[in-house]
């Protein structure tokens, strides 16, 4: 780690000197990295000089995730791993109460390139959303149309999310839960216009360490006052089974995050994904396929 202020960006200034934290920075960081070059983040050749550089719209909510995300890229970059510009970008929703000059006096000060946007989609959710229902669907939609817009006019390449592992697992619960599919967020995808990447370079990355990260960095956390104040939240009665599983058995997220990356088509119950008519006596379809996955601690 560089700890001279003169050789570090400046979100790295006055991170603590403990032992614990530069084992936490350092797990976010090889994490974040992981994910980036195991789901192909980063075209190949990217890295050669003169190669066309990549322009990121990082999505900043002021929430922890975020800021973990914003600082371990630029750490990234920082470093020469990252063969991409950075812009941060907040979507200001119009909720009321929101400390609008919070993330642009942040940004301003640790020299982050960014874009703050208004758009009132709060109104329109309010407006739209039945008494007694959740905001987040709409919501959702209505900020990822906005960010999709402000990408492409900055030309931008992709929009770059703050989602850790535990968003990744809750919402594969959610879909199986209630969804009835197995499904949940890809690291990468591409958006329906077919014109823009979106990217989870924190799925690798625990809950728990984008909050002990932000914390240790005192970054100006804003808490979400529209989705998060809600009771009942399909989201909230997910996370509370997974904490409970993970506090009779340690580890047991970690287990079922791995559960995703080694997923064997034969042995479940899609036809279009396994061809079961077509299987023989005789047929080796069945025998596992080794693949590398990455160690994940």
């Known amino acids: 780690m560089l700890d001279d202020l ?17 084992k936490l920075r350092k797990r ?43 600082a371990v890229l630029h750490e990234l970059q920082w470093r020469g791993l990252l063969p991409a510009d950075i812009l941060a970008c907040n979507l200001d929703q119009g909720q009321p109460g929101f400390p609008a000059t919070v993330l ?38 209505l900020r990822r149309g906005n960010l999709y817009r402000i990408a492409r006019e900055e030309g931008c390449t992709a929009v770059v999310l703050g989602h850790h592992r535990d968003d990744i697992l809750e919402t594969f619960f959610m879909n199986l839960f209630h969804g009835g599919r197995l499904a949940t967020m890809p690291p990468k995808l591409v958006n329906e216009e077919g014109d823009l990447f979106v990217f989870r370079p924190l799925a690798h990355v625990a809950e728990v360490d984008c909050e002990k990260f932000a914390n240790a ?40 995050f791995r559960s995703l990356m080694n997923i064997r088509p034969s042995h479940m119950l899609d036809p279009k994904l396994f061809d079961f008519a077509g299987l023989m006596l005789g047929s080796k379809e069945f025998e596992q396929i080794e693949t590398e996955i990455p160690r994940l601690r």
């Open 6 to 22: 003169d050789d570090i960006h400046p979100l790295f200034h006055g991170a603590p000197s403990s032992t614990s934290f530069k």
């Open 28 to 70: 976010i960081v090889r994490q974040t990295r992981e994910a980036i070059e195991h789901y192909g983040m980063v075209e190949r050749g990217a890295h050669d000089k003169d190669a066309p550089r990549a322009r990121w719209l990082v999505c900043l909510s002021g929430g922890k995730d975020s800021y973990t995300l914003l």
């Open 104 to 141: 642009p006096e942040f940004l301003e000060r640790m020299k982050v390139p960014h874009r703050i946007e208004y758009q009132d989609t709060y109104s329109v959710v309010m407006d739209k959303v039945p008494e007694g229902r959740t905001f987040c669907a709409l919501c959702s939609r």
């Open 217 to 256: 960095m005192n970054y100006p956390i804003i808490p979400c006052d529209l989705c998060g104040s809600q009771d009942g939240l399909q989201r909230q009665q997910v996370k509370k089974i997974l904490d409970q599983w993970e506090a009779n058995s340690p580890g047991r997220r970690q287990v079922m």
